[in-house]
């Protein structure tokens, strides 16, 4: 999932669109990039709930991007959370960054 062509490259154009200053996009294909990226988190941390996937080899291998990946996109999550009126959601992947965090 995290190797996956489309993942790659939506998660390259995220980066250009943040690093340009754009943390919370405007336009339809933007937000889509966006959302592919936080969705693939979001089933990541789906995955590890549910015991589908080793947590420990993730964490070991993508702890560092993800973490940095979702500071760098809270903005857009506040964003999507208050426009669907879900506070809930991306909560899966919210829940892994706050432990990975504390696993340092």
Known sequence: MLQNDKFRSNRDKMLT???DGIDVPTDKGDIAVFRHVVNVYEMLGLK???DAIDEEALRLYWRTTLLRDWERLQSF???ERAQFKNPKLYEDAEEIV???KDAG
């Open 17 to 19: 669109k943040l690093n």
């Open 48 to 50: 590890i709930r549910l």
């Open 77 to 79: 999550v506040e964003k």
């Open 98 to 100: 706050l432990r990975w």
